[in-house]
């Protein structure tokens, strides 16, 4: 089932990509007592997620936090390491990396997709949401192929 607006996220164990390293967290942990623009692509270095995505996240950090957001991050089924690196390249510090290397946080809140066809395996969705403490308060799914809904520009329109 889908998590809707208004629905508690579901605790599951990603991994944040750091400086130091790899550093496991729960998502009940993260997500408690911030309000997070979250967002999901569904594979780092990927053309959209790389050329537009991403960007108009970190370009768009100061307009988000000026609307009360916390903290703005990037969920993907990749690795950590995958997820640093990629934030290096794009001159991304300012938003978290979130890893969900086994797809368990896209599979628990119900939005993965099938790249398979790609060779990309089952992925998380493209998507956005505001978690305020943990619910989820904003929910943006795009239908396959979109990117509009998702963008940043989009969330700052809702906030």
């Given at each position: 089932?889908?998590?809707?607006?208004?629905?508690?996220?579901?605790?599951?164990?990603?991994?944040?990509?750091?400086?130091e390293?790899?550093?496991?967290?729960?998502?009940?942990?993260?997500?408690?007592?911030?309000?997070?623009?979250?967002?999901?692509?569904?594979?780092?270095?990927?053309?959209t997620?790389?050329?537009?995505?991403?960007?108009?996240?970190?370009?768009?950090?100061?307009?988000?936090?000026?609307?009360?957001?916390?903290?703005?991050?990037?969920?993907?089924?990749?690795?950590?390491?995958?997820?640093?690196?990629?934030?290096?390249?794009?001159?991304?510090?300012?938003?978290?990396?979130?890893?969900d290397?086994?797809?368990?946080?896209?599979?628990?809140?119900g939005?993965?997709?099938?790249?398979?066809?790609?060779?990309?395996?089952?992925?998380?969705?493209?998507?956005?949401?505001?978690?305020?403490?943990?619910?989820?308060?904003?929910?943006?799914?795009?239908?396959?192929?979109?990117?509009?809904?998702?963008?940043?520009?989009?969330?700052?329109?809702?906030?």
């Amino acid at each position: 089932m889908t998590i809707s607006v208004g629905d508690t996220l579901p605790d599951v164990k990603i991994v944040k990509a750091t400086a130091e390293g790899p550093e496991a967290v729960q998502s009940s942990e993260y997500f408690a007592g911030k309000r997070v623009a979250l967002f999901s692509v569904p594979g780092a270095y990927t053309p959209t997620c790389s050329a537009r995505h991403l960007p108009g996240y970190v370009e768009k950090v100061a307009d988000l936090k000026a609307k009360g957001v916390d903290e703005i991050a990037c969920t993907a089924v990749n690795d950590a390491f995958v997820l640093g690196a990629w934030q290096n390249a794009n001159d991304a510090a300012a938003v978290t990396m979130l890893a969900d290397g086994n797809g368990d946080f896209a599979q628990a809140v119900g939005l993965t997709m099938d790249g398979s066809g790609f060779g990309l395996g089952q992925r998380g969705q493209r998507y956005s949401m505001v978690v305020n403490d943990g619910v989820v308060e904003q929910l943006n799914v795009e239908a396959p192929g979109d990117f509009s809904v998702s963008s940043a520009e989009h969330m700052l329109g809702q906030l």
